[in-house]
């Protein structure tokens, strides 16, 4: 989930890291996803990975999609280097596969599946969760004229004291390889990240870090795995070096509801209903406005429409 570094009215579809706290579990307590050793791995190194999260179907539903909505043909390397998008103002993402659709039913039945859910409550220990509304992404293999080398961030303010409680995720909709890259990420820089910081110059990026004497790690993980990582953790995309694979993702995440912010649960529901992007330096939108004039507003389960701020969690 890539946050926007400038404010806006509604800063963007998500929401703010303000007051969150993991959960603290009791010895014993059960878990709904998640096992001991996935929460020995997120406290260790900053991830996790939820295997199997989604039925393959609901892969195959997002996978046709990002191949419709970019005017792709999966047959036909030559047409992947299209792009239908608006100038990218964040350069770190230009080239890296951002789809920009936002609010597709196929998307939805992702955010809103009962597995998925259950991972982020076992993590947030709450039930009272929003989702992000997010795009999707697809990597395809690296050309001279349309270069890009990769990049590790943070998508949130590591100058702040003290530092933000968030996370993200992404939910693989292909297998990774070596070769086509994807998610990269510093485990080594999340395990002292205090004692990290303490040894940085004073003029340091908080939102890039030097990771100098520190590997970069990338995930293969399989097509329906989902990955979910402290906002701590620094991370980001390896290009695709493949001669004729793609790498493809969906974005979405979950923290708990913050219903008593009415205009962003106003902007929320508009976002669905109207099907509208996100506003920021990292979400340029759709220039054909596809989303409004060929699709349909998603349908949402009860789950859903607590999910989105449509219901009230406090709602019987």
Known sequence: ??????????????????????????PGQRLRVLSEDDLKLWKERGYLIVPQAVPAENLRAVIDLIWEFQGMDPEDPETWYRNPANEM?????????MVEVYNHQSLWNNRQHPNVYDAFVDIWGTEELWVSID?????????????????IHWDVDTSLNPLPVNLQAILSLTDATEETGGFQCVPGIFARLQDWLREQPEDRDPWKPDTTGYEVEQLMIKAGDLVIWNSLLPHGICPNHSRDGVRMAQYLTMSPAQEEDRELVEWRIRSWKDRVAPSGLAFPGDPRNWEQERYETAKLTPLGERLLGLTSWRES
Do not use: H, W
């Open 1 to 26: 989930m890539i946050q926007p570094k400038t404010k806006s009215s509604v800063e963007n579809y998500s929401v703010s890291p303000r007051d969150f706290r993991f959960a603290e579990r009791s």
């Open 89 to 97: 103002e964040m350069t770190e993402l230009v080239n890296s596969g």
């Open 135 to 151: 795009r999707a992404n697809l990597s395809v293999p690296v050309r001279a004229e349309q270069e890009f080398k990769g990049f």
